[in-house]
């Protein structure tokens, strides 16, 4: 099939070039140049786990092209993905600015039949609002609507999309449901749930599953904070309760709080929405609540920890994005952490394996190239995300001082190994 991605970001590019490995012929567009021209030379933009070898690979084949031109592009597919980003606006609301110019450029350019489907994620009743400005030029048999949401994680967004757990095609169309099964039939082949649902369920779907998401961490980090008050281990209560099928044991690990891309976004979007059809979600509203705190929590803990004595005292960072396996910053909770810490008098240094983050430019912040630079000297490590080179450190060779602190906020390490090497070690939880 012939597709056009139109938005060469993270979902788009991920999206595009896993669908030209399907065999498709897909062009993925965007109006940055110096994107599209690198991109032509095999150099992605983003951190991502065999994005790079993926894409060199379907270049060479010709299945995969990035252009500038829209318009060529939007005329010579048949199938049109809109992927162009979501950001929230200062009411909360979605901006669906980018998502209506892609809109426009369709209306210009639809000289055939096309399916154009939703894969940024965008509020319930868009796609409504998407068709009835085609309907203003196209009559309703030259188009179809359709809402695809996308499931991938950053860091594993290849394998999210190559075994996903389902795909959800939101349209009453036949024709476009047919198109879409087929599509999408490889993945469906090889064993993935596939589910035809109106389209305000698919859009409704993204959102309610993320939501979702952020209610089971945020949930897991609240009994966290009661089990640290009652010297129980969070791990046990998160095993004993992820057996229960009902509930299952994936994201129940506590942590420093959400961060990303998408759940603090989709969580204050998916409360706009509510607010707009006056239905009043108050599990989420205390979610995003709950997890817009937390750092508070976490700066009582290094409090006590350091003894509430901050005043250039090095505390160290091991990773600084929202989670491993990526170089986003956004929402990252280091953002909210680190400038406490500073206002506090402490001196900041970090590792992060993704590179320098132009967010921590200031003098009291030094980025380390390795773990044993950053760690030298410092009275407090803090490991704030999970990558596997943080998971089997010898501190006391990265760290000659006798009152060595360690919080670890992903819970990494078993609390009773390290007693044994006799580190003065914090979880999360436990
Ligand atoms: C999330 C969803 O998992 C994807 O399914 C979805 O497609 C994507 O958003 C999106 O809407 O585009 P992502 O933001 O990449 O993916 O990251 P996650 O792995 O879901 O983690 C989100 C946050 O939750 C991170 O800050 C992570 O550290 C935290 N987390 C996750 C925990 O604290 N505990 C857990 O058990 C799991």
């Not at 600015?97 to 940024?120: D, G, H, Q, R």
């Not at 420093?256 to 891309?261: D, I």
């Not at 390290?418 to 999360?428: D, N, T």
């Amino acid at each position: 099939m012939k597709i056009c991605m139109i938005g060469s970001g993270y979902v788009g590019l991920v999206s595009g070039a896993c669908f030209s490995d399907l065999g498709n012929t897909v062009t993925c567009v965007d109006i940055n140049k110096d994107i599209i021209s690198n991109l032509n030379k095999g150099i992605v933009p983003i951190f991502e786990l065999g994005l790079q070898e993926l894409v060199i690979r379907n270049l060479k084949q010709k299945r995969l092209f990035f252009s500038n031109d829209v318009s060529n592009s939007i005329k010579r597919s048949d199938i049109i993905f809109i992927c162009v980003g979501t950001p929230t606006k200062k009411n909360n609301n979605a901006d669906l600015k980018y998502v209506y110019n892609v809109v426009k450029k369709i209306k210009s350019n639809l000289n055939k039949y096309k399916i154009i489907v939703t894969k940024s994620t965008v509020p319930v009743t868009t796609g409504d609002k998407i068709e009835k400005i085609l309907n203003t030029k196209y009559n309703k048999n030259k188009f179809d609507v359709v809402s695809n949401p996308e499931f991938l994680r950053e860091g594993e967004a290849i394998r999210d999309f190559q075994y996903p757990d389902r795909i959800v095609i939101g349209t009453n169309s036949h024709k476009a449901n047919k198109i879409m099964k087929n599509l999408y039939l490889p993945l469906i082949k090889k064993g993935s749930r596939y589910i035809n649902t109106s389209r305000r369920s698919a859009e409704l779907i993204k959102y309610a599953s993320n939501a979702y998401l952020a209610t089971k961490i945020t949930y897991i980090n609240e009994m966290a904070n009661i089990c640290e008050k009652l010297n129980i281990d969070v791990h046990d209560v998160a095993t004993g309760m992820g057996l229960d099928e009902r509930i299952g044991s994936r994201f129940l690990r506590p942590g420093p709080g959400f961060g990303g891309s998408c759940f603090p976004k989709d969580t204050r979007a998916l409360i706009s929405t509510s607010n707009k059809f006056n239905t009043n979600l108050s599990i989420v509203k205390t979610v995003i609540q709950s997890n817009d705190n937390r750092y508070k929590l976490l700066i009582n803990r290094i409090s006590k920890i350091l003894k509430n004595k901050f005043k250039n005292r090095k505390i160290t960072f091991l990773g600084v994005t929202f989670k491993a396996g990526t170089d986003d910053m956004r929402e990252s909770p280091a953002l909210k952490l680190i400038p406490k810490l500073l206002k506090k008098g402490a001196i900041i240094n970090y590792y992060e394996p993704t590179g320098s983050k132009k967010e921590f430019i200031s003098k009291k912040i030094m980025c380390n190239s390795n773990i044993h630079d950053a760690c030298k000297n410092s009275e407090l490590i803090i490991i704030h995300t999970e990558w596997n080179e943080f998971k089997q450190l010898n501190f006391k060779k990265i760290n000659k001082n006798k009152n060595l602190k360690v919080f670890d906020m992903r819970n990494l390490y078993s609390p009773s190994e390290m007693l044994k090497s006799k580190i003065k070690y914090f979880g999360v939880g436990r």
